[in-house]
């Protein structure tokens, strides 16, 4: 049973990237699944969410309007698309489960989901 996000990279401001965390050894529809990011020298934030089975999202101020998440269940596989990459934006990102889970946003302690992803770098720079 595990999370594998992936997709960060270094990227100009402005530029976009999309994130994938991909489940495997669990149905990832039945899990709420969250977004959340980690800067050098500040606490871990949600970032955006996507509930379990009717798939309602939610997102951080300060991403709403740049960032969209997403899910394909056939892939068992939820997306975070980032456009309008700010320097700011930078950070670890990191994909959560919680089984019939909703908004995760103020639930960002590890023992508040049931998985966690590895963490991929997302480094917006010029």
């Known amino acids: 049973v595990q999370l594998q996000a992936s997709g960060g990279g270094l990227v100009q401001p402005g530029g976009s990237l999309r994130l994938s965390c991909v489940a495997s050894g669990f149905t990832l529809g039945h899990y709420g699944i969250g977004w959340f990011r980690q800067a050098p020298g500040k606490e871990r934030e949600g970032v955006s969410c996507i509930s379990a089975n009717e798939g309602s999202t939610y997102y951080a101020e300060s991403v709403k309007g740049r960032f969209t998440i997403s899910r394909d269940n056939a892939k068992n596989t939820v997306f975070l698309q980032m456009n309008s990459l700010k320097p700011e934006d930078t950070a670890v990102y990191y994909c959560?489960?919680?089984?019939?889970?909703?908004?995760?946003?103020?639930?960002?302690?590890?023992?508040?989901?049931?998985?966690w992803g590895q963490g991929t770098l997302v480094t917006v720079s010029s």
């Open positions: 959560a489960a919680r089984f019939l889970g909703g908004s995760c946003l103020s639930r960002s302690k590890r023992y508040e989901h049931d998985y």
